[in-house]
């Protein structure tokens, strides 16, 4: 019979990792499931205002991208050359900022 590994073997973190996505996401959920304990579930006008502001986050840079494009396509007189792409980049960012927007609620 051979005899056990005597070689001294690290001793496993107290602490994980702060920058590990998984400890912070299992962190989070911890956190959230604690506050639904305390305080329940939201009632229906909470969630629907919620819903409202995530409208507005999407809607306003959009149209923000769509007034500005027009503004200058009819200052240099370029039909939609300046409409089309801002209205994108409005679209873009309005989407970005619900996704974050979403993780922070």
Known sequence: MT???KTPRPEPE???D???SLVKGVRLRGERHQRWLREGDSSVARMLGQIGV???IIVLPLLIGVFGGHWLDQKFNSGIFCTAPLLMV???LGCWSA???IKKV
């Open 3 to 5: 005899e056990p590994d």
């Open 14 to 16: 107290e602490e994980p």
């Open 18 to 20: 702060e920058q590990d």
């Open 54 to 56: 995530l409208g507005w």
């Open 90 to 92: 409005g679209l873009a």
């Open 99 to 101: 996704w974050k927007w």
